[in-house]
């Protein structure tokens, strides 16, 4: 693997293709010679409405409206670009982790259009795509120590280069976006669970409930809401049937419990990282995933990052969930260290971005 100084001086021209879970993405980013990144286009479509009876993501009905979509939203992505498929340097499409139906979808779909214009391929790591996000949006350079949490990941990573990646901790049950969706439906707030529970919150009093802060103290930065999605059901089943005022106090005691169990796992990762990279290295928290919209968490993390002596970055709001423009932009990283796939790159529904890192399983949860 090529460092960062080893990169090749060239424009590219990038179309990104997203479809790992409910969001059908399509977006072109542009990289220029001097590493710097912008967004020419970035086109979402969400599956809100068709998934929301069942008040989560049904992994059929996800391919389907992918299926149904991509190919418009690639046209339109192209077209608010202004760039035909004969300007482009390279296609990226999401390869995993993921839904597997939702995967195939695009990345056939991103294969087609490669061999069809005779363009080079990437198969992206969807988290890795987030890892890099600050990239594309601030021009932040690694090495930084990243928070992602998202409906299926909770991981602290410090990112050294693209592709190199080291795990310092994850969650060993429920990821925090699936903690937050199971929290709104558990209190009948909908589907999706984390602005639900974010809006409800905010007319809430956190202190009315003492919920548990999971793994709060624990020397490795790991992550545990099982207990405290369990203790969110059973103070709910206490006081039921539930007013509007006992949903928002239990949504505000909840949100409170993750921060402050985030906050604290957030700092221990800032220690061993300052220990891996040594202490003259520049200090950076990046948060990235669907969670890291939740303002308050935002607002915590920011202030942590200020008494640690550590520069505090997010990516806008939009770009923070699942999109396509992190795709194009991963791909672009990649290519410009001369990385690209053929088009026998398969399909990983479950691909860690650290293969290297040890089980979490077993770390237990703090009584």
């Known amino acids: 693997m090529a460092d960062n100084h080893e990169r090749r001086a060239e424009r590219a021209v990038v179309l990104g293709l997203e479809t790992s879970c409910d ?8 990289r220029e010679p001097d590493g710097r990144g912008r967004i020419l286009s970035n086109v979402v ?90 990239g594309l949006t601030e021009g932040l350079c690694p090495p930084y120590l990243l928070l992602l949490v998202s409906g299926g990941h909770t991981q602290l990573i410090i990112v050294r280069g693209v592709g190199r990646y080291e795990r310092l901790g994850t969650t060993i049950d429920d990821a925090l976006g699936e903690a937050f969706d199971k929290t709104a439906k558990l209190l009948g707030l909908g589907f999706p669970g984390g602005p639900a529970v974010e809006q ?61 169990s985030v906050t604290d796992r957030c700092a221990r990762a800032m220690d061993i990282a300052v ?41 806008p709001l939009d770009l923070c969930t699942d999109n396509a423009a992190m795709i194009a932009w991963a791909g672009a990283e990649r290519l410009a260290l001369g990385l690209s796939d053929g088009l026998d790159a398969p399909v990983r529904p479950r691909w860690p971005l650290d293969a290297n890192a040890p089980p979490a399983i077993g770390a237990g949860v703090k009584a």
């Open 45 to 134: 479509r969400t599956q809100w409405e068709q998934h929301r009876p069942y008040g989560g993501v049904v992994p059929e009905i996800a391919a389907r409206a992918h299926v149904e979509c991509l190919d418009i939203l690639t046209a339109e992505a192209m077209q608010e670009a202004g760039v035909g498929f004969g300007d482009l340097d390279a296609v990226a499409a999401t390869a995993g982790p993921g839904l597997i139906g939702g995967l195939i979808v695009g990345l056939i779909t991103g294969k087609a259009i490669a061999l069809a214009h005779r363009l080079p391929f990437i198969a992206v790591h969807h988290l890795e795509a987030h890892a890099l996000t600050v």
């Open 23 to 30: 969001e059908t993405a399509a977006a072109v980013v542009v």
């Open 275 to 315: 220990e891996r990279l040594g202490q003259d290295a520049p200090r950076h928290l990046v948060v990235a995933g669907g969670v890291a919209a939740n303002e308050h968490l935002r607002t915590a993390l920011r202030e942590l990052s200020g008494e640690r002596g550590y520069a505090f970055h997010a990516p």
């Open 200 to 260: 409800a919150a905010r007319g809430g009093k956190a202190e009315r409930f003492n919920l548990p802060r999971p793994m709060i103290g624990r020397e490795e930065p790991h992550f545990s809401f099982a207990g405290l999605k369990t203790a969110v059901r059973r103070t709910a089943e206490r006081i039921a049937p539930l007013s509007e005022e006992d949903v928002a106090d239990i949504a505000a005691a909840f949100e409170e419990a993750v921060v402050a």
